[in-house]
C-alpha cells in the first residue's frame, strides 16, 4: 500500500507529540509555591503512627498547609500511600523562609528521598533521607524499629535502630527559630532526578482536610484531632489524634490575608491539584440495573476527567519549574498564574457539564399527575 508523504508527516508529527509528553510528564519537579505570611506555620504535633493497611504502602507524614481564605495554616494529616512506582520513595513538603516570606516547597516521589529543609517529621524522616524503609528489586521492606507494621500480616519487615534526638518540633527551615539544615550533595543530586507529584490518594487528603474547620490551627492550637489516618481520605474510624501541641502557639491578633503565587493550597482553584473530589452521588432511580450501569458510566468518566487534570497538573508544574530556572520576574510569573486560573477554571466548568449530562441522562422521568 502506498502511503502518501502528507500522510508520513502526519504521523510523525503526531509520534513526536506523544514522544514530548511523555518525557515532560517524567520530569515534574517539585512546585514551589510563595506565600506571604507574617507568621510560620505552628510545631509539629505530637501523635502515633497508625498502623501499615498492607503491603507497598508508604508513609507520607503530616504537615502544615496554608488555607488563604482563612488566613490560617491547617493540618494536613499523615497517611499511608501506595508507592505510583516500584522503586519510588516520598520527599515531604516542607516550609522555609526565603528573601523575607514563607515558601512551601511540595514533596514530590522520586527514586531517592530529595531534601525536605532538615524537619523531623519522624517515621523514618528524621531530617534527612529515609530510614522507615527500603526497596528490594520490587518488594518494599519496613524498618520495624520506626514504623508501625503487623508482621503477621506483612513479612517483609527488618530492624535497624536508628538514634533519633528530638531537640524541638519546628515545622520551618529558616528564618527565626528554624531549623538550619542545608542540601547536601545527594539531595541535590535527588532533586534533579526524575520526578512525580502527589498521587491522587494524597490530593485527596489535603482536600478533605481543608474543608474540616476543626484541623485549622487557629481551632486546634497546633493539637489536630485528626493527627493522621491509616488511609488517605478517610478521617473517621482508624485516625489518630494528636497527643499534644510541638509547641506553644501564639499567632499574631491581626494575621492578615496571605497573597501567593504558585500554586495554591486553598480558596478558589487556581492549579489543576486544587480542583475539589468527584461528587460520587447516584441518582437512585429504584431500579438496582439502571443504578449499576449509571455508576460504571460514571467511574469510567471520573477515570477520564482525572487523567484530564493529571495531564494539566504536569503541564503547569513544568511552567513553575521553568519560570524558577529562568529567574523570571513576578510580573511574568503573575501572567502564568492567571493562565493557570483560566486553564483550571476552564477545565472544571467542562467537567461539570459533562458530569450534569450523565446524571441527567439517568435521572428517572417526572412522575405525571393522573388527576
Request: glycine share 10%; with cysteine.
Amino acid at each position: 500500500m502506498k502511503v502518501s508523504p502528507r500522510t508520513v508527516f502526519i504521523r510523525f508529527m503526531l509520534f513526536t507529540a506523544v514522544l514530548v509528553a511523555l518525557i515532560g510528564s517524567a520530569t515534574t519537579a517539585s512546585a514551589q509555591i510563595r506565600i506571604s505570611v507574617a507568621f510560620g506555620p505552628p510545631a509539629l504535633p505530637v501523635y502515633e503512627q497508625p498502623l501499615c493497611p498492607g503491603e507497598g504502602y508508604i508513609w507520607v507524614p503530616g504537615y502544615w498547609a496554608w488555607d488563604n481564605d482563612f488566613d490560617d495554616y491547617y493540618w494536613v494529616p499523615g497517611t499511608w500511600v501506595l508507592a505510583p512506582e516500584v522503586g519510588f520513595l516520598w520527599t515531604p513538603p516542607y516550609w522555609a523562609w526565603v528573601d523575607g516570606s514563607w515558601l512551601f516547597y511540595d514533596g514530590y516521589w522520586g527514586p531517592q528521598v530529595g531534601f525536605y529543609g532538615g524537619i523531623n517529621y519522624g517515621f523514618g524522616y528524621f531530617g534527612y533521607g529515609f530510614v522507615g524503609g527500603r526497596w528490594d528489586h520490587d518488594r518494599f521492606f519496613y524498618n520495624r524499629a520506626v514504623t508501625n507494621v503487623n508482621v503477621v500480616n506483612i513479612h517483609n519487615v527488618y530492624e535497624e535502630r536508628v538514634t533519633n534526638v528530638t531537640v524541638n518540633r519546628v515545622s520551618y527551615n529558616g528564618g527565626p527559630g528554624g531549623i538550619s539544615a542545608r542540601p547536601r550533595p545527594q539531595d541535590e543530586a535527588a532533586m534533579r532526578e526524575r520526578h512525580m507529584g502527589p498521587v491522587a490518594a494524597q490530593t485527596q487528603q489535603w482536600q478533605a482536610a481543608r474543608g474540616n474547620p476543626e484541623l485549622r490551627a487557629s481551632s486546634n492550637r497546633g493539637r489536630p484531632p485528626v493527627a493522621a489516618t491509616e488511609r488517605a481520605g478517610e478521617f473517621r474510624g482508624n485516625v489518630v489524634a494528636a497527643r499534644e501541641a510541638g509547641g506553644a502557639y501564639n499567632p499574631p491578633a491581626n494575621r492578615g490575608g496571605g497573597q501567593r503565587g504558585g500554586s495554591d493550597r486553598g480558596g478558589k482553584p487556581i492549579h489543576a491539584r486544587d480542583l475539589p473530589g468527584f461528587d460520587r452521588s447516584s441518582p437512585h432511580t429504584g431500579d438496582s440495573k439502571r443504578d449499576q450501569k449509571y455508576q460504571q458510566q460514571q467511574d469510567k468518566l471520573f477515570q477520564k476527567q482525572e487523567q484530564e487534570r493529571q495531564r494539566l497538573q504536569q503541564q503547569q508544574e513544568r511552567d513553575h519549574q521553568q519560570m524558577t530556572q529562568r529567574n523570571a520576574d513576578e510580573s511574568r510569573k503573575q501572567q502564568m498564574e492567571q493562565q493557570h486560573q483560566r486553564q483550571t477554571e476552564q477545565m472544571q466548568q467542562k467537567q461539570q457539564q459533562q458530569q450534569q449530562r450523565l446524571r441527567q441522562k439517568y435521572e428517572p422521568p417526572p412522575k405525571r399527575d393522573r388527576n
